[in-house]
């Protein structure tokens, strides 16, 4: 085995996100080239790059919402790259993630965006999921108060709250 299949296994072993080698090129224009990197479990990870540095792209492409041009990634140690939308779900089920603006729903509470996915994903009791929502919301930072708003109620901060409690698992 060589030293880089090595490298790649052990990563697959210990790391939630293993990305290697990918390239992302949108018509002549190449966003990624070369990007690999590792997540490990508890791990906390920063992207940082400037404005259309390829940073949500390349966490579109870790949740399965955007193939890369070519390269590999791993999720929780599973190949996901050319994985349809079917045999994406599961993976997709365990993942949260919080993009810049935290893309809540503006025509619903914020307990409703929050107990979107488990509504979506479990067939947990809407009462179950409410109290879920709400202790979600509190590790988030925000007081219960906030549950019957809608996010145009909210400050930016709170609303970025808000979309981490969502996120959270």
């Known amino acids: 085995m060589s030293a880089t299949a090595k490298q790649l296994t052990d990563s697959a072993t210990d790391s939630v996100?293993?990305?290697?080698?990918?390239v992302t090129q949108f018509g002549a224009k190449v966003v990624h080239d070369g990007v690999s990197f590792d997540v490990g479990r508890g791990e906390v990870f920063a992207i940082v790059g400037g404005s259309g540095s390829g940073k949500s792209t390349i966490m579109r492409q870790i949740v399965m919402l955007q193939p890369p041009t070519s390269g590999s990634i791993r999720v929780f140690g599973e190949e996901v790259t050319?994985?349809?939308?079917?045999?994406?779900?599961?993976?997709?089920?365990?993942?949260?993630?919080?993009?810049?603006?935290?893309?809540?729903?503006?025509?619903?509470?914020?307990?409703?965006?929050?107990?979107?996915?488990?509504?979506?994903?479990?067939?947990?009791?809407?009462?179950?999921?409410?109290?879920?929502?709400?202790?979600?919301?509190?590790?988030?930072?925000?007081?219960?108060?906030?549950?019957?708003?809608?996010?145009?109620?909210?400050?930016?901060?709170m609303r970025k709250r808000a979309a981490m409690a969502r996120a959270i698992a």
């Open 17 to 22: 996100v293993v990305v290697r080698d990918v």
């Open 82 to 157: 050319g994985l349809g939308e079917i045999e994406s779900l599961p993976l997709r089920k365990r993942i949260g993630v919080m993009f810049q603006y935290g893309a809540l729903f503006s025509d619903i509470t914020i307990l409703e965006n929050v107990g979107m996915p488990l509504r979506e994903h479990t067939r947990l009791d809407n009462d179950l999921i409410d109290e879920l929502s709400i202790i979600k919301l509190k590790l988030a930072g925000l007081n219960e108060s906030v549950a019957p708003l809608y996010p145009s109620q909210l400050s930016g901060g």
